[in-house]
């Protein structure tokens, strides 16, 4: 019996310690930072077919935030929009999202997410992860939102026709352009809309597309673009 009450004790003191080094090193309570999703991969209806994930392996990457920087195993989720850690013991959390001035940048590509508010075409303000397209210290910045989404399951029409299985599909990444600190907006696909944004400079831009050939509607043409806004 005094056994196990020793062997209780001192599984409690290691977990109480790790606890404590995990929340050392947020600089936060670790519940109040992190949520658990447990052990297993959370994509566990094998009914559906494709992925959550644009990657679904863990990699390095520095997060940023009022509480300082930290290294941390990450991946991506998509579907859900969430930024998920991977601890030395497996476990999987992700980050909360009521978190100030949150960036996370993968080690080996330079990545750069950032927790940021952005209008939504029809469902109002959001606030979840975009990827910097411009330099992180620009004014003006150019976003891109990578993005899973479900398709249902179908079922088969007539005798000949197949049922399609509930399957992850990647949409085309959508692009958002933030002034200062404003609610970043969907980039329009349309130099009118694009003019709109910047009515003090609107005909400096409007000859620069013009003398460029830009195109708008193209991720080249808008870092293009928005590049040269940030200089005026």
Same mark, same amino acid.
């Given at each position: 019996?005094?056994?196990?009450?020793?062997?209780?004790?001192?599984?409690?003191?290691?977990?109480?310690?790790?606890?404590?080094?995990?929340?050392?090193?947020?600089?936060?309570?670790?519940?109040?930072?992190?949520?658990?999703?447990?052990?297993?991969?959370?994509?566990?209806?094998?009914?559906?077919?494709?992925?959550?994930?644009?990657?679904?392996?863990?990699?390095?990457?520095?997060?940023?935030?009022?509480?300082?920087?930290?290294?941390?195993?990450?991946?991506?989720?998509?579907?859900?929009?969430?930024?998920?850690?991977?601890?030395?013991?497996?476990?999987?959390?992700?980050?909360?999202?009521?978190?100030?001035?949150?960036?996370?940048?993968?080690?080996?590509?330079?990545?750069?997410?950032?927790?940021?508010?952005?209008?939504?075409?029809?469902?109002?303000?959001?606030?979840? =992860?975009?990827?910097?397209?411009?330099? /992180? *210290?620009?004014?003006?910045?150019?976003? %891109?939102?990578?993005?899973? !989404? @479900?398709?249902?399951?179908?079922?088969?029409?007539?005798?000949?026709?197949?049922?399609?299985?509930?399957?992850?599909?990647?949409?085309?990444?959508?692009? =958002?352009?933030?002034?200062?600190?404003? /609610? *970043?907006?969907?980039?329009?696909?349309? %130099?009118?809309?694009?003019? !709109? @944004?910047?009515?003090?400079?609107?005909?400096?831009?409007?000859?620069?597309?013009?003398?460029?050939?830009?195109?708008?509607?193209?991720?080249?043409?808008?870092?293009?673009?928005?590049?040269?806004?940030?200089?005026?």
């Amino acid at each position: 019996m005094k056994k196990i009450i020793f062997i209780s004790f001192v599984l409690f003191i290691t977990l109480t310690g790790f606890s404590s080094l995990l929340a050392q090193q947020s600089g936060i309570q670790v519940n109040d930072k992190y949520r658990l999703l447990g052990n297993a991969n959370i994509e566990n209806d094998t009914s559906i077919q494709g992925s959550q994930y644009l990657n679904k392996e863990f990699v390095l990457a520095r997060i940023t935030s009022d509480d300082g920087e930290k290294i941390y195993s990450i991946r991506y989720n998509a579907y859900l929009d969430v930024i998920e850690l991977q601890d030395e013991n497996h476990k999987i959390f992700s980050i909360n999202k009521s978190i100030e001035n949150l960036i996370i940048t993968v080690i080996n590509t330079e990545e750069a997410f950032e927790l940021i508010e952005f209008q939504e075409k029809d469902s109002g303000v959001k606030k979840g =992860y975009l990827t910097h397209v411009t330099p /992180i *210290a620009n004014t003006v910045k150019l976003f %891109k939102r990578k993005k899973i !989404k @479900l398709t249902d399951a179908k079922p088969a029409t007539n005798a000949y026709d197949k049922p399609k299985p509930a399957s992850y599909n990647k949409i085309p990444d959508q692009y =958002y352009i933030k002034i200062g600190e404003n /609610i *970043a907006v969907l980039a329009s696909k349309k %130099k009118k809309d694009i003019l !709109k @944004l910047f009515p003090k400079n609107s005909n400096v831009i409007s000859d620069y597309i013009k003398s460029n050939k830009i195109k708008v509607s193209k991720e080249e043409g808008l870092l293009k673009l928005i590049n040269f806004i940030n200089t005026l």
